[in-house]
């Protein structure tokens, strides 16, 4: 039998570190070394220098958030979080929101530390950079299996897989499926009740009708998805927002479609691709080493995501070459096709979002992947950190 003391000894060291207690999970902590490590090759860093970008990367079987900016140096950080997928960004408001999909799923809401708190009893430091911090959660039912995120018009939208669906997210805690594709409409009603299809990313438009979401399959097959008999290779599809159809086909489990000068951007997966749909059919724009997911696209140059390829979903990329899948982002120019830099990450497994913030207003995390960890500075960050930069009013 465990005496007393020692428990209470334990529970008064449990839930001690900031990144547990904003994950609500006891696990979260720095990763080990060879996650964090990177190496950028090429022009990859002139090219954020020159974007004034903050580059926000999702890599969800770490269990981890990233970000890289450069303003006269290089700046790499971090964040943990329960299997992150789709990413969004509100420019206007300066606010981050992350798709954590393990169930329940959670809507994670980061904003920029704008200031410090005053305080007497401890030494707080204002924070270089503004750094990202969580300041809403909203918990949401597991079996939406949340992916992509996205701004339709001014309000947020998500893939909710396990529902064939497009959800609107209207207030904390809340959605509305407001979109999905003819093929699961019946005479009960459409198919909510299992993952026929899935529709996994969304080239997001002003309107839903003005947008595209792509799939791994056209229609219901008597494989579902995640069967190891899955029909994939030259299976996925785009639909249209307009039509609820399908506008393109031939592709192989789709993901991260974007509009761009009003066309639908997209990475073919399984084939390790990055093209554009044309004329109704997919165009191979650069073909990268390893599973592509992930999609951002600023002034000519596409950020890509390639990941390993999981041994259980080996079946899902048959246009790989299982020995050369590196982890990394690569910039890529749209008019060529051509790599120009990239950011390597050698102990990387699986990326799944590319997202940007102005580097003006965040240059990242709150916890740095380079530097020796500065325990004292970290706790003291959380303790203090004001997201507002509140004016006080004592007379009201």
């Given amino acids: 039998m465990v005496a007393p003391a020692s428990l209470w000894k334990m529970y008064g060291n449990d839930w001690r570190h900031p990144a547990q207690v904003v994950n609500l999970w006891p696990g979260a902590k720095r990763p080990e ?28 079987y770490e269990h981890l958030l990233t970000g890289f900016s450069y303003r006269g140096k290089p700046t790499a950080t971090f964040h943990p979080m329960p299997h992150p997928s789709g990413i969004a960004v509100d420019s206007e408001r300066g ?26 009893d401890v030494v707080v430091r204002p924070p270089t950079g503004a750094p990202l911090v969580p300041v809403h959660s909203h918990f949401l039912p597991g079996c939406l299996y949340l992916h992509d995120l996205a701004f339709v018009g001014n309000q947020l939208h998500g893939n909710a897989v396990a529902h064939n669906a497009i959800v609107r997210f209207d207030r904390i805690g809340s959605f509305t499926r407001v979109w999905w594709p003819a093929c699961i409409d019946s005479r009960r009603g459409p198919r909510f009740d299992l993952n026929l299809l899935q529709l ?94 992930g999609l951002l696209i600023r002034d000519g140059i596409a950020f890509v995501g390639t990941s390993r390829v999981i041994p259980r979903f080996r079946q899902y990329a048959p246009g790989l070459d299982r020995d050369r899948h590196v982890c990394a982002v690569h910039a890529v120019e749209l008019s060529s096709g051509r790599v120009l830099g990239a950011l390597l990450f050698p102990g990387g497994n699986q990326i799944f979002a590319i997202e940007a913030i102005a580097s003006s207003l965040s240059t990242g995390f709150a916890f740095d992947m380079t530097g020796t960890r500065n325990r004292t500075q970290e706790f003291s960050l959380f303790y203090a950190f004001d997201s507002e930069a509140r004016k006080e009013h004592p007379n009201e």
Avoid: M
């Fill in 33 to 60: 070394a060879p996650t964090l490590a990177y190496k950028a090759v090429g022009h990859f860093w002139d090219i954020l220098d020159q974007l004034k970008v903050t580059l926000l990367v999702g890599r969800e």
């Fill in 200 to 293: 996994n990313s969304i080239a997001a438009g002003r309107t839903l009708k003005t947008s595209y979401f792509t799939a791994s399959i056209a229609r219901p097959h008597r494989r579902r998805p995640g069967d190891k008999d899955f029909p994939v290779d030259r299976r996925g599809v785009v639909f249209s927002g307009l039509t609820r159809e399908t506008i393109c086909g031939g592709l192989t489990r789709p993901h991260s479609a974007r509009l761009h000068d009003g066309q639908v951007w997209l990475d073919n997966s399984g084939y390790g691709e990055l093209g554009v749909v044309s004329a109704g059919k997919f165009e191979v724009v650069s073909r990268l080493p390893g599973w592509t997911r």
């Fill in 95 to 120: 606010r981050v929101f992350v798709a954590s999909t393990r169930s329940p799923n959670q809507l994670v809401e980061l904003a920029p530390i704008k200031a410090v708190l005053r305080r007497t």
